[in-house]
Nanobody, 115 residues
Framework: QVQLVESGGGLVQPGGSLRLSCVAS????????MGWYRQAPGKQRELVAS???????NYADSVKGRFTISRDNAKNTVYLQMNSLKSEETAVYYC?????????WGQGTQVTVSS
């Protein structure tokens, strides 16, 4: 079964950047569209970016032009480059399948945007 481990979060000032990584165990990862989700306190988890198995990305309107999702299937890794971060984007960020169900959720990585 695929296990997901997210990393790269931290404290950053508004306008700053972070790069998140998600490493998946097992080769099954490569066949699936993957996504980055975030969940802020008291809010539902939302999908902010996804990438299909061929590398085609898709973004929520709120992050278009600022976030970039990519994947390296040889490394079983999905990345999320986040630029021009805003305070309201403080949340725990998770990766998982973007469609047709989910792998078991990882622990996520905390992103705090604050001055």
């Amino acid at each position: 079964q695929v296990q997901l481990v997210e990393s790269g979060g931290g404290l950053v000032q508004p306008g700053g950047s972070l790069r998140l990584s998600c490493v998946a165990s097992g080769s099954a990862f490569r066949a699936y569209a993957m996504g980055w989700y975030r969940q802020a306190p008291g809010k539902q988890r939302e999908l902010v970016a996804s990438i299909n198995s061929l590398g085609r990305p898709n973004y929520a309107d709120s992050v278009k032009g600022r976030f970039t999702i990519s994947r390296d299937n040889a490394k079983n890794t999905v990345y999320l480059q986040m630029n021009s971060l805003k305070s309201e984007e403080t949340a725990v960020y998770y990766c998982n399948r973007a469609v047709l169900g989910y792998f078991p959720w990882g622990q996520g990585t905390q992103v705090t945007v604050s001055s």
